[in-house]
């Protein structure tokens, strides 16, 4: 330690002692109350504060705060920040927290005051929020997770409501012949920010459903994620039957009668939650079908507190509601059997006074038809003025799927519009463009991104600069990979050469492409691989070569898509692509923020038109990677011709097989084409100019378009505030 540092840190250290005889609990309370809101997984100064108590148990334990305090006495923490002189910065990181808390000066005070006794409740099925909280599984919990924390920064009243699954989703590996297994792990809710909510009484709240096969109860955690308290449904309580205990403990596990199960504790249960903690919402948000359960509720308590008939309460509650529809695909919106409905709502429907078919017919585009059965979207729709999907494309696709609920109404008057997602800044953004832009950008820009005019700023970048940045990232990037392909090598029992291989595996100089998402088979993870050879010389190319980084999960009972990652993963037994086509195990938050900071390329050929949006793409735009990807979901509307590229010209064919060689073809057309050749061209300065002019127009027109905070503004402008009651603002189609 140098002398100028162990001054400053007696300095410090004398400094607190004389001003709190109490420092040591107080410095205790202070990381706790840090540890304790999920504000710190988008603030850097305080996770890094984390990571240098401790920098080894911190990966090793997933990057979890709370973990990490279990294993300090309120001693050991102040010696460890004595030694560490993290004092000032403890407390600076307190009080930035306390000030963030407080703070009432805020977009959501002047654009959504309406909200202000009112809030909007949120309701989604998973939150990714980050790593150390496995209550998600892919891009739908990314994006609720995204957009609570756009809605805390922006201060738009918000509440959250989900379900707290004690096992989360799977932790993946693969076997030595690349297939996946899944492992469940326990969460210990004691490493978790998360509290007992409390009933008026002080007591932990529990709430009852009543069903025609008896009570389904839950008692409720509350998870603070900056000012938005997040509640989670946990249906592991006294009083359940055993197999109802267990409900909660898997995302999209079991069967159909779990799915209505956990659907009935997040929208039914999710309301009464909210009841009981005196919780009055102005607006309800509901983020894909599972939660549409919800507004039933809603109206009965409203026919129990006004008097109203269910006709006029449902007119009311429907005003109020909002609901966000994701799926493309027909097959991907939850139906259950009658008998299932039945069984679940058959009490609740009693209350409302509704016969059985009124009833069902709630879930049907048909009223008349008995043998439909109940679809959750159908129902979200009926309950929801205000509806709309994900991305400008998917609004068109929508319309049209939904358009017999309507057919009165042409196409184009469909009442479903589109706002297009963003992803949250702040928790995608590496931290060395974070300091670039800093040196660019106005002071304060973090709190504008969501705005088209900081991001203009982007263009007095220094190329050169921007580029050595980019390098830093992508050799960050190789490193984190090798340290994983390391481990997993050693977990298979693999011999010290291969070992020693994994180490050296892939060149910084190299182009990197990045595929990593969900391995559902539309997403065409093959495409790539549709014609060996063609890829191969791509990869091998000596003077330009090409090296590729997968990964992701198969759900488990998708059997087609686990072979699509055992396809990819034996590449590495294939002496053409050993080195070169990588897999990763265990895709999640934390897996994907490294990929997208660091990658050149990344790349997305779903089959057009069944991605809804694409959200990994827009985490790319902001640390200066490049897309390339078929004219799908977001990428239909952000691509200009010179912020990144495009796979074919928008189009496809009824027949799949058709689709997917024009797709396949005009993959390695572009790559060959315009993607290589860029990318290698380099000036006198031995910089890929004409590259780093994309990087440069993807930045300027894409960052604040897909950022969560334009999203969450346009939700607050022309769903949120219209549906509370203030002045409308219609949505576009
Ligand atoms: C962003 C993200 C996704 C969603 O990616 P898509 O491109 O929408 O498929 C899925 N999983 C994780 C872990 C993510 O971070």
């Given at each position: 330690m140098s002398s100028i540092e162990s001054i400053l840190q007696r300095m410090e250290t004398s400094q607190t002692h004389t001003q709190d005889q109490q420092s040591v609990e107080d410095l205790y309370e202070k990381c706790q109350a840090l540890a304790n809101n999920l504000w710190w997984s988008w603030t850097p100064e305080v996770e890094h504060l984390f990571r240098d108590l401790e920098p080894v148990r911190w990966r090793q334990l997933d990057h979890n705060p709370v973990a990490l305090l279990k294993e300090f006495t309120p001693e050991r923490?102040?010696?460890?920040?004595?030694?560490?002189?993290?004092?000032?910065?403890?407390?600076?990181?307190?009080?930035?927290?306390?000030?963030?808390?407080?703070?009432r000066q805020t977009w959501g005070a002047t654009h959504a005051g309406v909200l202000?006794?009112?809030?909007?409740?949120?309701?989604?099925?998973e939150f990714g929020i980050h790593e150390s909280l496995p209550i998600y599984s892919g891009g739908l919990g990314v994006l609720s997770g995204d957009h609570i924390k756009s809605a805390s920064s922006l201060g738009v009243p918000l509440v959250a409501v989900g379900l707290f699954y004690a096992q989360g989703y799977f932790r993946q590996q693969l076997s030595p012949e690349g297939y996946q297994e899944e492992k469940y792990i326990d969460t210990l809710i004691e490493n978790l920010p998360a509290r007992p909510a409390l009933d008026a009484n002080g007591e932990p709240l529990i709430i009852t459903i009543e069903t025609r096969t008896g009570k389904l109860m839950a008692k409720v955690w509350k998870i603070q994620v900056g000012r938005v308290p997040l509640y989670l449904m946990d249906s592991n309580v006294e009083g359940?039957?055993?197999?109802?205990?267990?409900?909660?403990?898997?995302?999209?596990?079991?069967?159909?009668?779990?799915?209505?199960?956990?659907?009935?504790?997040?929208?039914?249960?999710?309301?009464k939650a909210l009841q009981a903690l005196g919780i009055n919402p102005g607006v309800f948000h509901l983020n894909e079908g599972h939660s549409a359960f919800g507004p039933l509720e809603v109206i009965r308590h409203r026919m129990e507190e006004d008097g109203l008939h269910f006709d006029d309460a449902l007119r009311e509650v429907a005003m109020q509601s909002v609901f966000t529809t994701h799926t493309p695909v027909p097959a991907g919106h939850d139906r259950f059997s009658p008998e299932l409905v039945e069984e679940h709502l058959g009490p609740l429907r009693d209350q409302l006074g509704l016969?059985?078919?009124?009833?069902?017919?709630?879930?049907?585009?048909?009223?008349?038809?008995?043998?439909?059965?109940?679809?959750?979207?159908?129902?979200?729709l009926k309950l929801s003025r205000t509806a709309n999907s994900v991305s400008q494309l998917h609004g068109h696709v929508s319309r049209r799927m939904w358009s017999h609920l309507w057919p009165w109404r042409v196409e184009s008057e469909i009442p479903i519009g589109h706002i297009t997602n963003?992803?949250?800044?702040?928790?995608?953004?590496?931290?060395q463009m974070r300091n670039f832009y800093d040196r660019l950008f106005p002071a304060n820009w973090m709190s504008s991104v969501g705005e088209p005019e900081i991001w203009q700023g982007i263009h007095k970048a220094d190329p050169g600069e921007l580029w050595e940045i980019h390098n830093t990232l992508k050799t960050m990037l190789l490193s984190f990979i090798r340290r994983r392909v390391v481990s997993q090598c050693r977990r298979r029992g693999?011999?010290?050469?291969?070992?020693?291989k994994a180490r050296n595996v892939l060149d910084p100089t190299i182009l990197t492409i990045g595929f990593a998402r969900r391995f559902a088979t539309y997403k065409r993870a093959n495409l790539l691989f549709s014609d060996l050879d063609r890829v191969a010389a791509l990869v091998n190319d000596p003077c330009r070569p090409v090296q590729i980084v997968f990964s992701g999960k198969a759900h488990p009972k998708d059997e087609p898509g686990k072979q699509l990652i055992q396809l990819i993963a034996q590449l590495r037994t294939d002496p053409r692509f050993a080195d070169r086509v990588l897999f990763i195990e265990d895709y999640d938050i934390n897996v994907c923020r490294h990929l997208v900071q660091g990658v050149d390329v990344w790349l997305n050929n779903p089959r057009r038109p069944l991605e809804a949006l694409g959200t990994s793409?827009?985490?790319?735009?902001?640390?200066?990677?490049?897309?390339?990807s078929i004219l799908d979901g977001w990428w239909a509307e952000a691509y200009d011709g010179v912020n990144g590229f495009a796979i074919g010209k928008g189009s496809h064919h009824l027949n799949d097989?058709?689709?997917?060689?024009?797709?396949?073809?005009?993959?390695?057309?572009?790559?060959?084409?315009?993607?290589?050749?860029?990318?290698?061209?380099?000036?006198?300065?031995?910089?890929?100019?004409?590259?780093?002019?994309?990087m440069i127009n993807s930045i300027a027109t894409l960052a604040w378009r897909f950022s969560s905070d334009r999203m969450v503004m346009d939700y607050a402008r022309h769903a949120y505030v219209p549906a509370a009651g203030g002045l409308s603002c219609q949505m576009e189609n």
């Open positions: 923490l102040f010696e460890r920040a004595t030694e560490m002189v993290l004092f000032s910065r403890i407390n600076q990181a307190f009080r930035r927290l306390k000030e963030y808390m407080a703070s202000g006794a009112r809030p909007v409740a949120y309701f989604s099925a359940n039957r055993p197999e109802d205990r267990t409900l909660t403990s898997r995302l999209y596990g079991g069967d159909e009668r779990t799915r209505i199960r956990q659907e009935l504790l997040l929208g039914v249960g999710g309301v016969s059985y078919e009124q009833f069902m017919s709630l879930g049907r585009v048909d009223p008349q038809n008995p043998t439909e059965p109940f679809c959750m979207t159908v129902i979200g963003g992803v949250h800044s702040s928790s995608w953004l590496a931290e693999e011999s010290e050469a291969a070992l020693e793409g827009q985490k790319v735009v902001l640390n200066g990677g490049l897309n390339l097989a058709v689709t997917d060689k024009r797709d396949g073809a005009a993959l390695y057309e572009v790559l060959e084409n315009e993607v290589v050749p860029m990318f290698y061209k380099r000036d006198i300065d031995g910089l890929p100019r004409e590259w780093i002019k994309r």
